[in-house]
C-alpha cells in the first residue's frame, strides 16, 4: 500500500538533545512537508520541500532542521535550540503544482522531559 | 497572505442530529478549500476539497460543504452525525501562489453524545 510512514510514534527525550523523527513516503510525490500540531493552534508548518536537495522555512522553523537526500525520504531534527520541543509532529507529502491535496502520516509524539 | 478562521473549537451534537462545523478565510486571490478530519492520535484524512466550479461539494463519510465567496466561508454540514464522527475537523486553504502549502485553521472538536 502506498503510504507516509512515520516512525516512532511516541518518542522521549531529555531536554538539550537534539532528536530526529524519520518520515518515508512511497506515493512518489515531490513535496514534503513537516508541521507542528498543539493544542488549540491547529498545524503549524515547519519545514517544506519541494525537490530533492531543495527545502524552504516555514512559519516556525527556528530549533529545527531538515535534510532531502533521496525524494521517498525527508527527516526532521529537533535541536536543543527549540525552546518548547513537547508536541505532536505530522509529515505529509503532495504533488507539487496548486489545488493539490497533502496526504498525512500518522505522526510522532515528541516528549522531551 | 491568507488565513482561515475555524468559529468553533468545540461542537458537542447528539448522536442523529444535524451539525454544521464553521470556517471562514482570508484571501486576496482565488482559493481552493479542504476540510481534513484527525481522530485521536491520528494523521489526518481528507473529507473533501473544492477546487473550482459547483459550490457545493460532497466528500465521504455523508459530509458535505458549501462554498461562498461573497462571505468567504466554507462551511462543514452532515444531516445525521454518528458517535464514530467524533474527531477534530481542520479547514483549510491554499492559492495559485502557495501551491501545495496549506494554511489550516485552529481545528473543532466535534463530540457525538448517545
Known amino acids: 500500500d502506498g503510504g507516509i510512514t512515520q516512525s516512532p510514534k511516541y518518542l522521549f527525550r531529555k531536554e538539550g538533545q537534539n532528536v530526529t523523527l524519520s518520515c518515508e513516503q512511497n506515493l512518489n510525490h515531490d513535496a514534503m512537508y513537516w508541521y507542528r500540531q498543539d493544542p488549540g493552534q491547529g498545524l503549524r508548518l515547519i519545514y517544506y520541500?519541494?525537490?530533492?536537495?531543495?527545502?524552504q522555512k516555514g512559519d516556525i522553523a527556528e530549533g529545527y532542521s531538515v535534510s532531502r537526500e533521496k525524494k521517498e525520504s525527508f527527516p526532521l531534527t529537533v535541536t536543543s535550540a527549540q525552546k518548547n520541543p513537547t508536541a505532536f509532529y505530522l509529515c505529509a507529502s503532495s504533488r507539487t503544482g496548486d489545488s493539490t491535496e497533502a496526504f498525512f502520516g500518522q505522526g510522532t509524539r515528541l516528549t522531551v522531559v | 497572505a491568507q488565513s482561515v478562521t475555524q468559529l468553533d473549537s468545540q461542537v458537542p451534537v447528539f448522536e442523529e442530529a444535524p451539525v454544521e462545523l464553521r470556517c471562514n478565510y482570508s484571501s486576496s486571490v482565488s482559493v481552493y478549500l479542504f476540510w481534513y478530519v484527525q481522530y485521536p492520535n491520528q494523521g489526518l484524512q481528507l473529507l473533501l476539497k473544492?477546487?473550482?466550479?459547483?459550490?457545493l461539494v460532497k466528500g465521504i463519510n455523508g459530509f458535505e460543504a458549501e462554498f461562498n465567496k461573497s462571505q468567504t466561508s466554507f462551511h462543514l454540514r452532515k444531516p445525521s452525525v454518528h458517535i464514530s464522527d467524533t474527531a477534530e475537523y481542520f479547514c483549510?486553504?491554499?492559492?495559485?501562489?502557495?501551491?501545495?502549502?496549506?494554511?489550516f485553521g485552529e481545528g473543532t472538536q466535534l463530540t457525538v453524545n448517545p
Open positions: 473544492y477546487l473550482s466550479g459547483s459550490t
Open positions: 520541500s519541494q525537490i530533492v536537495n531543495d527545502f
Open positions: 483549510a486553504v491554499s492559492d495559485r501562489y502557495s501551491g501545495s502549502r496549506l494554511t
